[in-house]
């Protein structure tokens, strides 16, 4: 089955640092998601992004569907940031299928 | 207001146990899912429903049954309950253009 990536696994980050988060995919996928998993174990949908770029605040994401991956950018981090961060596709034939990633999990500190 | 919101949020629960999750949405999706997180792990699909009438096995719907009220209503049941379904859960809607958007999850222990 199709296998999703994301990197790195863990990331512990100083308050206002940037960082870039990556998600790959081993076969086309659809529909692609950026989530939010706060500490609350709460689903925030950060990003829709098939394709292209977004961006939304201090984060941004774009998608090269193309070359199957997705990256998503976190700029002047701030502690609230905190969470694991999954990426989701769905396959072309399967819309209601949402692969998930591998997760990200973020710690950043004072 | 929450557009997706699921009862209870936490529930403990004995072995043999039935209980039932609740999901509600405002959203007005016709498509509704349920979803169970392991720690440490992504999210796998239980079950899910395009309508009243239709409904789906996922990829881990043994032990699970589902029921959809309404448009507006999707309830999981654990017949009897065992302790590997221990598990945050949630529901989900989608949209007409594939977004799919989460409530807040239900956290379950069976003891």
């Known amino acids: 089955g199709i296998q999703v990536e994301q990197s790195p696994p863990d990331l512990i980050l100083q308050e206002g640092a940037n960082s870039t988060l990556r998600c790959n995919f081993s076969?086309?996928?659809?529909?692609l998601q950026w989530f939010h998993q706060n500490p609350w174990g709460q689903l925030i949908n950060l990003f829709y992004?098939?394709?292209g770029t977004k961006q939304n605040g201090r984060l941004s994401a774009t998608t090269v569907a193309t070359e199957r991956y997705s990256l998503l950018y976190i700029s002047s981090s701030q502690t609230t940031d905190s969470g694991v961060y999954f990426c989701?596709?769905?396959?072309?034939?399967?819309?209601?299928?949402?692969?998930f990633g591998t997760g990200t999990r973020l710690q950043v500190f004072p | 207001d929450a557009d997706v919101t699921q009862t209870p949020r936490n529930r403990i629960t004995k072995t043999g146990k039935r209980i039932m999750l609740e999901c509600s949405q405002t959203?007005?999706?016709?498509?509704m899912y349920w979803y169970r997180q392991d720690p440490g792990l992504g999210l796998r699909l239980i079950y899910y429903?395009?309508?009243?009438?239709?409904?789906n096995k996922g990829e881990i719907s043994d032990g699970y049954s589902v029921s959809r009220q309404a448009q507006a209503k999707f309830s999981l049941s654990l017949e009897s309950a065992i302790p590997n379904q221990t598990a945050l859960y949630f529901c989900?809607?989608?949209?007409?253009?594939?977004?799919?958007?989460f409530g807040p999850g239900t956290r379950l222990t069976v003891l």
């Open positions: 989900a809607t989608r949209s007409s253009y594939n977004e799919q958007f």
């Open positions: 076969d086309s996928v659809n529909n």
């Open positions: 992004i098939p394709s």
């Open positions: 989701a596709g769905s396959l072309s034939y399967n819309t209601d299928k949402l692969i």
């Open positions: 959203k007005g999706h016709d498509r």
């Open positions: 429903s395009f309508d009243v009438k239709d409904i």
